[in-house]
């Protein structure tokens, strides 16, 4: 029993010495020193001994099992050990080298013009307004004089809901809601989303932007109109820019006029974007239609106002030299990550 107690022992230690995980060492204490290890098997044979060597045999077993415990503790610290200094050498990181170049987001190009006037309309006293990009009949139409079987409705390519309300065509449905709540002498702008339910091609979009104001307060003509704009495109596009204005229909609008720019892509020689004609239609505006006042209670013998409307877009396009208008919608990150 006591040569079997050291065969044992060795054995273990042997495997102790050699093992190269800490899951073989966990396997090597199971079968030595578990309840079915080898070292236990021999302890429920000291039933069988006498007691002189019941006694000596019960000691050694004891000691046995406390070194090789020891031995196990002593190896499994080494193996900790052992991983650590391999990763200090497998996967060193130099914390003072610089580091990959994080690429950081920018706004898009239509939101960073739309900041920019913004800037400009607030420089000269406009306040921002915002509304739902879902409208109802009234507020996109029939409030801007434009009634149900108005053959302007023809012009605007529609995107009606089940609900009956629709897809903003115009941000003209702001102004009308600004009107409802304030009161003149008011002036403010309001960017946002626009739909229209048309043929794309390198100057339409389904999805585009505008930017529409008012002004409404006593004797406002159509001098005060053409000095803002013209502060308008000096400042955003930062030079001198051809524009001619001539006769327009809208609904809302009385004169109404379009506000037209020589076409920064081709300089007037004419291209896709200015439909070879050397000018894109950018600024759609006139003096407020009296109906359109009056529908908002307001007093046209006192107060008269402009309004205007300008596509964002298009503006960007001149702005950068865009040729098609598609880009702005395709989602293309190289053409993003220029701006």
Avoid at 149 to 171: C, Y
Avoid at 226 to 246: A, G, N, P, Q, S
């Amino acid at each position: 029993m006591k040569d079997k107690l050291n065969t044992l022992k060795q054995e273990a230690i042997e495997k102790i010495n050699s093992s190269n995980s800490k899951d073989e060492l966990n396997l090597i204490r199971i079968n030595y020193l578990g309840k079915k290890g080898d070292l236990t098997a021999i302890l429920k044979t000291l039933g069988s001994c006498t007691p002189e060597e019941r006694a000596e045999i019960g000691k050694l077993a004891n000691i046995t099992k406390q070194e090789l415990e020891g031995l196990i503790e002593e190896k499994n610290k080494a193996l900790d050990k052992a991983v650590f200094d391999n990763l200090k050498e497998t996967e060193w990181i130099d914390i003072t080298a610089p580091s990959n170049k994080v690429k950081v987001g920018n706004a898009h190009s239509i939101t960073q013009i739309q900041y920019e006037l913004e800037d400009i309309f607030k420089s000269m006293g406009f306040s921002i307004f915002e509304g739902p990009e879902m409208e109802d009949d009234y507020h996109n139409f029939e409030a801007l004089n434009i009634p149900k079987d108005h053959p302007a409705r023809d012009m605007q390519d529609t995107f009606w809901l089940d609900n009956g309300n629709l897809l903003r065509t115009h941000t003209s449905s702001v102004q009308v809601r600004t009107m409802e709540k304030i009161k003149p002498p008011l002036q403010g702008i309001s960017p946002g989303r626009v739909f229209r339910y048309e043929a794309t091609d390198a100057s339409h979009e389904n999805t585009f932007y505008q930017v529409e104001g008012l002004m409404v307060g006593k004797d406002i003509s159509v001098a005060n109109l053409i000095y803002v704009m013209k502060v308008l495109l000096k400042e955003i596009f930062k030079r001198d820019v051809k524009i001619r204005l001539r006769p327009g229909f809208f609904p809302f609008v009385e004169p109404g006029f379009e506000l037209d720019i020589n076409c920064l892509i081709c300089n007037g020689k004419g291209c896709s974007v200015c439909k070879h004609s050397g000018w894109v239609e950018l600024l759609p505006c006139g003096l407020i239609h009296p109906n359109v006042l009056k529908m908002q209670s307001i007093d046209t013998e006192k107060y008269s106002g402009f309004a205007f409307g300008l596509g964002l877009n298009r503006l960007v396009m001149m702005r950068y030299g865009i040729d098609d208008i598609r880009h702005f919608m395709a989602g293309d990150i190289r053409f993003l990550e220029q701006f």
